[in-house]
C-alpha cells in the first residue's frame, strides 16, 4: 500500500547511525542552533531520491502527512516527491500543491528542505501570477520563510527576470541571520551570471549596507582586483561605523 506510513518504513529500513551522527552536526540541531532539535536517520539524498521514485504517486493528503514528521530525511522525502508531482501536474495540481507547501512551511525547516523545493513550487507557480506573497514571507518572524522567499526568484532568475530578487535582496539588507546573508548574496551571484550590470548596479545603490557575507557571496565570480575594491570599502563602511558608536 502506498502511504506515508509505507514510505516511512521503506526510508528507516535505509538507515544509517553513523551517517545520521554525521548529519546532525552538519546541520547544526545543536541546543541553540539553527536546526535545534531536528532529528535524523542517516539516509542520504541520492537515496532519498530513489524511494521518492518508488512512492511517487503518493496523494497529497499523505504527502503532507510525511512532511510533517520529526524525521528530517522524511520531509526531505515529502518534498522530493511534491516538487516532481508539481512540475508534471496541470493548473489545478499545482494550485492545489502550492497552496499544500505553504501551508506547511513550519515543517520546511532548514535550508537544504527550502533551497530543494522553494524555487521550483513557488517560484515554478508565480512565475506569471502576482508576486506579493514574496513581499509576506520575506517580512515574516520564520527565518525558513525569509529564506523561501529569496529562494523562490531563483526561478525567475534562470528566466531572465530579476527584478523580484532585487526587491526581497533590499527587504532582507538588515536581516541578523547569517544564512538569510547567504541566500540572499548567493541569488545576487545568480543574476551577475546573467547580467553582470544588474548586480553592479545593485551593489553601487546598497552594497555599503550590506553584511559582509552577503557581499561575499555576490561578488565571488568577480575578478580578485575588483573583489577587494568592494570588500575595502565595506570595511571602511564598518570602521565608520564602529568610531561612530
Known amino acids: 500500500m502506498r502511504d506515508a506510513q ?3 518504513r521503506r526510508l ?17 540541531t545543536g541546543p541553540g542552533e539553527y536546526g535545534e532539535g531536528d532529528r535524523f536517520i542517516g539516509v542520504k539524498v541520492p537515496v532519498i531520491r530513489k524511494v521518492a ?4 504517486t503518493l496523494p497529497p493528503a499523505e504527502v503532507e502527512c510525511l512532511l510533517h514528521s520529526e524525521i528530517h530525511e522524511e520531509r526531505l522525502l515529502a518534498l522530493v516527491i511534491l516538487v516532481a508531482q508539481f512540475e508534471k501536474g496541470d493548473a489545478a495540481v499545482r494550485k ?26 513557488v517560484g515554478g507557480y508565480l512565475e506569471n501570477r502576482s ?8 517580512k515574516s518572524a520564520i527565518l525558513w520563510e525569509r529564506r523561501i522567499s529569496i529562494l523562490a526568484t531563483h526561478w525567475f532568475i534562470r528566466h531572465g527576470d530579476f527584478a523580484d530578487t532585487l526587491k526581497i535582496a533590499e ?16 541569488m545576487l551571484r545568480e543574476v551577475g551570471k546573467r547580467d553582470v550590470a544588474a548586480l ?43 568610531k561612530g558608536r
Open 131 to 138: 508576486r506579493k506573497p514574496l513581499d509576506r514571507l520575506a
Open 6 to 8: 509505507a514510505a516511512q
Open 53 to 56: 521514485s518508488e512512492f511517487k
Open 200 to 242: 553592479e548596479g545593485f551593489l553601487g545603490e546598497h552594497g555599503r549596507a550590506m553584511p559582509r557575507t552577503m557581499l561575499r557571496y555576490a561578488i565571488e565570480r568577480f575578478s580578485e582586483k575588483k573583489r577587494l575594491g568592494y570588500l575595502k570599502t565595506a570595511s571602511r563602511r564598518m570602521l565608520d561605523e564602529t
Open 96 to 121: 492545489q500543491l502550492y497552496g499544500l507547501y505553504l501551508a506547511n512551511t513550519r515543517h520546511i525547516n532548514n535550508w537544504d528542505l527550502v533551497d530543494l523545493s522553494a524555487p521550483r513550487i
Open 12 to 28: 528507516r529500513s535505509l538507515a544509517c547511525p553513523q551517517q545520521a551522527a554525521i548529519l546532525a552536526r552538519f546541520f547544526k
Open 171 to 186: 527587504k532582507l539588507l538588515k536581516d541578523e541571520e547569517d544564512l538569510l546573508h547567504k541566500a540572499v548574496g548567493w
